[in-house]
């Protein structure tokens, strides 16, 4: 696929680095954007263990693009093909770390929040102005936000279209971890690192357990894991990790 919207690199093989590069309008999401970063995620090597999603030191991602939202109404919104790209990447398999770094606002902000880990330079803003241009987030900001932050904080975020700092949304629980700018992609790497050397099977079903919890209950969240759990025994990863540990080694996964 010839990419406009995004670069793709790869980094020891196992870590996949997809920097959306649109910084002339504030890498803005259209939907050329969301097709290029669905199509990588579906199309990404077998060795690729973990992804890294970022953009540069002053916007990871300003919103949805201004032109292609102003043409939609209501019959066009329900028939989006950007509906299906972000439904792919919220059923990716592997982990995906956000690196971010200035505004990450509107969809930028729901395209961070739909990946697992979130580190975010001390420069970062994060916000979903949406009720500014009078209507509402569409990709999950309503909802992904009120698990991560609660009712009263999504509601004073959503209703005033303010941002917050990476300070604050790491007080609310929105991002994992705040760290100087320069060394956001950094950070973001040595986790990505450490997690590309773990088993793939055991890294695909915590990512599987965890994200389930938010759409069931307790009790079915429990039934799930116990399944997960059980398939993971069966693995030649789960094998070698327990003679590893016994031979007081370093495993060697193969996702097998």
């Known amino acids: 696929m010839d990419l406009k919207d995004i670069k793709v690199s790869i980094v020891n093989r196992s870590i996949l680095i997809i920097e959306i590069s ?3 309008v504030f890498n803005a999401l259209r939907t050329n954007t969301l097709k290029e ?3 990588t995620f579906n199309n990404c090597s077998s060795e690729v263990r973990c992804v890294i999603l970022t953009g540069n ?4 991602a300003a919103g949805a693009d201004i032109n292609e939202l102003d043409s939609k109404g209501a019959l066009e919104s329900i028939n989006d093909i950007r509906t299906s790209y972000w439904e792919s990447i919220k059923e990716f398999k592997k982990p995906i770390i956000a690196a971010v770094n200035g505004f990450c606002l509107g969809g930028g902000c729901e395209l961070a929040m739909h990946c697992d880990i979130i580190i975010a330079g001390d420069s970062a803003q994060f916000g979903q102005p ?3 241009l009078g209507i509402i987030p569409g990709a999950g900001g309503t909802q992904r936000m009120t698990k991560a932050i609660g009712k009263s904080n999504t509601m004073l975020m959503l209703l ?6 990476a300070k604050e949304a790491k007080k609310m629980n929105l991002i994992s971890e705040v760290v100087p700018v320069e060394t956001t992609m950094i950070r973001a790497t040595q986790i990505a690192s450490i997690i590309s050397k773990k088993s793939p099977i055991a890294t695909s079903a915590i990512k599987s357990a965890v994200l389930h919890s938010y759409e069931s209950g307790l009790t079915s969240s429990l039934k799930y894991e116990k399944t997960l759990f059980s398939g993971v025994l069966s693995s030649d990863d789960k094998k070698e990790g327990i003679r590893a540990f016994k ?4 495993p060697k996964f193969k996702g097998l």
């Open 130 to 132: 949406e009720i500014n």
């Open 22 to 24: 649109r910084s002339e």
């Open 37 to 39: 970063i669905s199509h």
């Open 160 to 165: 005033t279209g303010e941002f917050i700092s």
């Open 57 to 60: 030191n002053k916007v990871f």
């Open 247 to 250: 031979e007081k080694r370093k």
